[in-house]
């Protein structure tokens, strides 16, 4: 019997380990299921290799944590295998096998439904965001909520091409704000960085803007092209941010 509790012990640590790398990676600015599928990845040692994977690695924070949970990963994945085998050998010379076997089962069922319960998720997220916050110095905000990724909000990248109506255009220029398209950061083709540019930040030919607003308002100006049809898509967007703004602030009541 006691192989087999060890072997259920072990398992639920590893998935409160999961839990906490997966809550971790999100107060750096992850994503949600991305930061879970990185968690699972490290922990089993799977190293899928995505482009995920590479902002994982280039961010110190994450990186350590990652470290870390691959380490007590693979300690973990052998204590399991050990208290699996061991747990068959005791069966085979128990007389009543099916005692342990049962309690086997039924501690694997409770932990695959508290590992699937959003009950369980919601209060072991709040209470492992709080712990970070007490006793960590990781920067514990969750991006994706304060910029309200949800409904069509999202940050996506833009490449500027040469016939884009944006090219050749500062950012006052554009009036992108006017359309509710708000621009972070602006990689240049040299691979130098512009954050938080301002209005008299001219958009090149090559360049990568970082855009937060909605999104299919945003690949529509992935599309538009320079000309009057671009002038008049440029309108239209602006009168329909207008629109926008006037309902969100009605929800609001404001």
């Known amino acids: 019997m006691i192989p087999v509790i060890s072997l259920l012990l072990v ?43 590479e902002d994982v690695v280039g961010h110190p924070v994450r990186r350590r944590i990652v470290m870390w949970l691959m380490l007590v990963g693979n300690i973990g994945i ?31 069922t409770l932990l695959i439904a508290a590992a699937s319960s959003r009950w369980v998720d919601r209060m072991m997220s709040a209470g492992i965001s709080w712990a970070l916050d007490r006793w960590t110095s990781i ?24 016939g884009d109506w944006v090219a050749g255009r500062t950012l006052d220029g554009a009036g992108l704000t006017q359309e509710g398209i708000l621009v972070l950061g602006i990689e240049c083709p040299g691979g130098s960085f512009i954050g938080a540019p301002g209005g008299d930040t001219e958009i090149r030919a090559g ?30 967007a602006v009168g329909e941010q207008q629109r926008v703004a006037t309902e969100e602030r009605s929800r609001a009541g404001r």
Do not use: N
């Open 11 to 53: 398992m639920a640590f590893s998935l409160l380990v999961i839990r906490v790398a997966a809550v971790a990676l999100l107060h750096t600015g992850m994503g949600r299921e991305a930061a879970r599928f990185q968690a699972r990845s490290a922990f089993t040692g799977a190293g899928f290799t995505t482009s995920e994977s």
């Open 78 to 108: 052998v204590a399991a295998m050990s208290s699996l085998l061991l747990s068959f050998l005791h069966l085979e010379e128990a007389p009543r096998a099916w005692i342990p076997l049962g309690v086997l089962f039924g501690g694997l």
């Open 139 to 162: 920067d514990a905000r969750d991006y994706a909520k304060l910029l309200h990724l949800r409904e069509d909000y999202g940050v996506t990248e833009l490449r500027v091409e040469s």
């Open 207 to 236: 360049d990568r803007l970082s855009l937060y607003g909605r999104l299919p308002r945003i690949a529509e100006l992935d599309r538009r092209i320079a000309g009057d049809d671009g002038v008049a898509s440029h309108a239209e």
